[in-house]
């Protein structure tokens, strides 16, 4: 064999080495949008998944629903906020989700047991407000059907526990199983006194659907780039605040500095009415 024959096969060998090392690099990429991570270092980019979601979210279907209801306990204008944890606590985390969205269920799943403790210790009080944008993007229910079942969780003093299991329970992006009611309400079994006739029944009639579409409607008309968006005191902090990337520490680190000088909260929300 000539040298140039063996130079040749040699490169060839290098380069199809280095396409295979480029795919795999580009499938790494790929993962990290989709499912990032850092909950144990950086949070890095999962919001990207927010973005392509946000960019090709359907509009909602305001004409078949019926009146907007508000769940009970919802604050702030149009009643869009559920809060959690004190209502004067000295600082407040505005998080914009979609239950279907996994960049959602990674900074849910990865921030939770940070967040349930600030709010315990009256040093925070989250607004949770929800959006309905992977049903444009994948096609079927999910996301409206998830956010009305957790409205009516709201409904029955249950908002959060129930938020919580549907995070810990999402299925796949393209799997379409929170469209159908049944395992919505399989999933609020988990969630002690939520499944009950009332709940059964707010969930399969679509109670909240109207909130849930006015709720994405003010989403997709506002300066969001995806979900989930995180805003502590209405400063963007996920996938950053700053230069520093968001990490369970730093959240904690965040609200010490913004609470500084300020005692904690202790006044809770008054409980749902009963419907």
Same mark, same amino acid.
């Given at each position: 064999?000539?040298?140039?024959?063996?130079?040749?096969?040699?490169?060839?060998?290098?380069?199809?080495?280095?396409?295979?090392?480029?795919?795999?690099?580009?499938?790494?990429?790929?993962?990290?949008?989709?499912?990032?991570?850092? *909950?144990?270092? *950086?949070?890095?980019?999962?919001?990207?998944?927010?973005?392509?979601?946000?960019?090709?979210?359907?509009?909602?279907?305001?004409?078949?629903?019926?009146?907007?209801?508000?769940?009970?306990?919802?604050?702030?204008?149009?009643?869009?906020?559920?809060?959690?944890?004190?209502?004067?606590?000295?600082?407040?985390?505005?998080?914009?989700?979609?239950?279907?969205?996994?960049?959602?269920?990674?900074?849910?799943?990865?921030?939770?047991?940070?967040?349930?403790?600030?709010?315990?210790?009256?040093?925070?009080?989250?607004?949770?407000?929800?959006?309905?944008?992977?049903?444009?993007?994948?096609?079927?229910?999910?996301?409206?059907?998830?956010?009305?079942?957790?409205?009516?969780?709201?409904?029955?003093?249950?908002?959060?526990?129930?938020?919580?299991?549907?995070?810990?329970?999402?299925?796949?992006?393209?799997?379409?199983?929170?469209?159908?009611?049944?395992?919505?309400?399989?999933?609020?079994?988990?969630?002690?006194?939520?499944?009950?006739?009332?709940?059964?029944?707010?969930?399969?009639?679509?109670?909240?659907?109207?909130?849930?579409?006015?709720?994405?409607? *003010?989403?997709?008309?506002?300066?969001?780039?995806?979900?989930?968006?995180?805003?502590?005191?209405?400063?963007?902090?996920?996938?950053?605040?700053?230069?520093?990337?968001?990490?369970?520490?730093?959240?904690?680190?965040?609200?010490?500095?913004?609470?500084?000088?300020?005692?904690?909260?202790?006044?809770?929300?008054?409980?749902?009415?009963?419907?």
């Amino acid at each position: 064999m000539s040298e140039n024959n063996r130079d040749g096969k040699r490169a060839a060998r290098e380069r199809l080495l280095q396409e295979r090392e480029l795919d795999k690099a580009r499938e790494k990429r790929r993962r990290l949008l989709i499912v990032s991570a850092a *909950v144990v270092g *950086v949070l890095g980019l999962a919001a990207v998944v927010g973005v392509i979601a946000a960019g090709t979210g359907g509009k909602d279907d305001a004409s078949k629903a019926g009146p907007v209801i508000a769940p009970s306990g919802a604050e702030g204008e149009e009643q869009l906020a559920l809060p959690a944890g004190a209502s004067d606590a000295p600082s407040t985390l505005t998080i914009w989700e979609d239950f279907r969205c996994p960049a959602c269920a990674v900074f849910e799943n990865g921030f939770r047991d940070t967040i349930h403790e600030l709010t315990d210790s009256g040093q925070l009080r989250v607004e949770y407000r929800l959006a309905a944008l992977i049903d444009g993007r994948f096609g079927g229910s999910g996301s409206l059907r998830a956010a009305n079942a957790a409205a009516c969780a709201q409904d029955a003093g249950k908002f959060v526990p129930y938020h919580d299991v549907l995070y810990q329970n999402q299925p796949p992006e393209t799997d379409d199983a929170f469209g159908n009611n049944a395992r919505l309400i399989e999933l609020a079994g988990k969630v002690e006194g939520l499944d009950t006739p009332a709940f059964r029944s707010c969930v399969e009639q679509g109670k909240h659907d109207s909130w849930v579409n006015k709720s994405a409607e *003010v989403f997709r008309n506002g300066d969001f780039t995806g979900t989930p968006t995180v805003l502590l005191n209405g400063e963007p902090v996920f996938p950053q605040k700053g230069s520093e990337q968001i990490s369970p520490e730093n959240l904690k680190k965040w609200v010490t500095e913004a609470n500084e000088g300020k005692k904690p909260g202790t006044a809770q929300p008054p409980a749902p009415a009963a419907s």
